[in-house]
C-alpha cells in the first residue's frame, strides 16, 4: 500500500511505515494535479499539512483512498465529517506540537517584553553609530514573572502553553467554553512533579486583567479577538496569534497599536497566508513568524511517528 506524503513528513515517520509496509511518497503534488496522482498511483493514505486541501471533490474522486491524515491539530483543511460519512479514515496528532507551540509563543513574549523584534532589526543598521540612542529606546522593558497570561482556548496547545507560564512565574487565568478547569502536571529535570488546577472563567474577565493574551483556539466563522475585546483589555497589554489566521481582526490590531491601547502584538498566523498584509509586515510594534508554531525537528519527529502509527493500526 502506498503513502502519499503531499506536505512532508519526518524521516522517522518515513521509517516506521516503511517498517509496517508501507511505500511511502513524498513527491509535492499541486493541488490541481492531486485527484489524477491519488488514482494513476493508487494511493491508499494520504497525508497533508496546511498547504494541502482535501475537500468534497477529491474524496468523491478517489474511491481507493481509505485514509487522509493531518500532520497537526486543525483539520479546516479537511472535510472530515464528510470523508467519515464516506467511510474514510480522518486521522491528525493533536497532542504532537503542542509544546513547540507553547514555546514559540513565549519566545515572541520575551522579545515583546525586552523589544528583541526591534532591537535585532536596528542593531545591525545603528549600532555602530546610534549605540547610545538604542540603548535609551530600547530600555523600559519589562519581565514576565508575576504578570498574568490569559489563555483563549485551553485546550492541549493553551495548556501547554500556561504549563510555560507557570514556570516562568506568571499567573494564568484562561476561557474554554468546553472546559470548566484542568490539571496541569509539571515535570522537571530531577523528576519531581507539581500539579495545578486552572479553573476557567468568563472571556471578559480574562480579557479585563491580562498583561498578556494568547490565543490557542480553532477556526471560527467570527473574529474571536476583535475592537470590541481590545477596548476591554489593559491598556498597554500584548497579545499573541499562533493559533489561526482569522481569529483576530489585523485591521483592529493595528489601530489599537496605533492609539497605544495594545503596546505590541505578535503573529504567526495571517488571515492572508502567505501573502500577509503589507502593513502588518512593516509595523514595528509586530513580532512576526511564518506560521512555525510546530516548526520543530522534534515535534515533526512525534507527528511523523504518530501518524505512522496510526495508519499501521488501521490499516494493518
Sequence with gaps: ?????????????????????????????????????????????LLVRSATTVR???????????IIGRGGVGMDNIDVEYAREQGRSVINTPAASSHS??????????????????????????????????????AKGTELKGKT????????IGQAT????????????????FIDEANLQLDFFDGQKLNFNI????????????????????AQDKYVIGKPELDIMKDGAILVNAARGGVVDEVALVE????????????DVFEKEPKPEMQLLMNPALSLTPHTGAATNEAQDRIGTELAEQIISILK
Design 1 to 45: 500500500m502506498k503513502v502519499l506524503a503531499n506536505d512532508g513528513i519526518s524521516q522517522s515517520g518515513i521509517d516506521a511505515l516503511e517498517k509496517g509496509g508501507f511505500e511511502v511518497i513524498t513527491t509535492t503534488v499541486a493541488q490541481e494535479q492531486l485527484i489524477n496522482y491519488i488514482n494513476e498511483k493508487d494511493i491508499t493514505v
Design 256 to 267: 489599537a497599536i496605533s492609539s497605544g491601547k495594545i503596546a505590541r502584538a505578535a503573529l
Design 149 to 156: 497570561l490569559g489563555v483563549l482556548g485551553f485546550g492541549r
Design 162 to 177: 500556561a504549563k510555560v507560564a507557570i514556570g516562568a512565574g506568571m499567573k494564568v487565568v484562561a476561557f474554554d467554553p
Design 56 to 66: 468534497k471533490d477529491l474524496i468523491d474522486a478517489c474511491p481507493n483512498l481509505k
Design 199 to 218: 479553573k476557567t472563567i468568563s472571556k471578559e474577565d480574562v480579557l479585563k486583567q491580562v498583561d498578556f493574551l494568547t490565543l490557542h483556539v480553532p
Design 101 to 138: 507551540v507553547a514555546e514559540l509563543v513565549f519566545g515572541h513574549l520575551f522579545g515583546l517584553a525586552r523589544f528583541l523584534h526591534n532591537s535585532n532589526r536596528e542593531m545591525p543598521l545603528e549600532g555602530d553609530s546610534n549605540f547610545k540612542g538604542l540603548k535609551k529606546a530600547y
